[in-house]
C-alpha cells in the first residue's frame, strides 16, 4: 500500500551537485530502511547508500566522501545530495522503502526511478 515518489535527478556537469528525493505515502505502521541503488547501462543495479531508523548510513565505496544520504521521518522522506558528480555516476536512480504494513507484514518497495546524467 506505499507507493513511492522521486524526484531531482536531470543533467549536470562534471563536479556538480544534484539533490534527489524520495517520499512515501499510503497505509503503515513504520518505515524501516530507506536507500538508493542505481543501474548503469549494461550494468547491475548496485546500492548507493542505505539508512536505518536512528541508524548509521552506509555507502558504496564508489560514492563515499560525495554523497550523503539523510532523512525526515516527519515527511517519510529521504534524500541523496550528491556532490562532486563524474560521469560514471551517470545512472537512473532508485529509492527502496523497508517498512511494515498495519497486518505486521515486512515489505519493501521501489521507486520509479529518476535519470542523472553527468556530462559535459
Known amino acids: 500500500q506505499v507507493q513511492l515518489v522521486e524526484s531531482g535527478g536531470g543533467l549536470v556537469q562534471p563536479g556538480g551537485s544534484l539533490r534527489l528525493s524520495c517520499a512515501a505515502s499510503?497505509?503503515?505502521?513504520?518505515?524501516?530502511?530507506m536507500g538508493w541503488y542505481r543501474q548503469a547501462p549494461a550494468k547491475q543495479r548496485e546500492l548507493v547508500a542505505h539508512?536505518?531508523?536512528?541508524?548509521?548510513?552506509n555507502y558504496a565505496d564508489s560514492v563515499k566522501g560525495r554523497f550523503t544520504i539523510f532523512r525526515d521521518n516527519a515527511k517519510n522522506t529521504v534524500y541523496l545530495q550528491m556532490n562532486s558528480l563524474k560521469p560514471e555516476d551517470t545512472a537512473d536512480y532508485y529509492c527502496?522503502?523497508?517498512?511494515?504494513?498495519?497486518?505486521?507484514?515486512?515489505?519493501?518497495?521501489w521507486g520509479q526511478g529518476t535519470l542523472v546524467t553527468v556530462s559535459s
Open positions: 539508512i536505518p531508523f536512528g541508524g548509521l548510513a
Open positions: 499510503g497505509s503503515f505502521r513504520r518505515i524501516y530502511t
Open positions: 527502496k522503502v523497508d517498512y511494515a504494513d498495519y497486518i505486521y507484514r515486512n515489505l519493501e518497495v
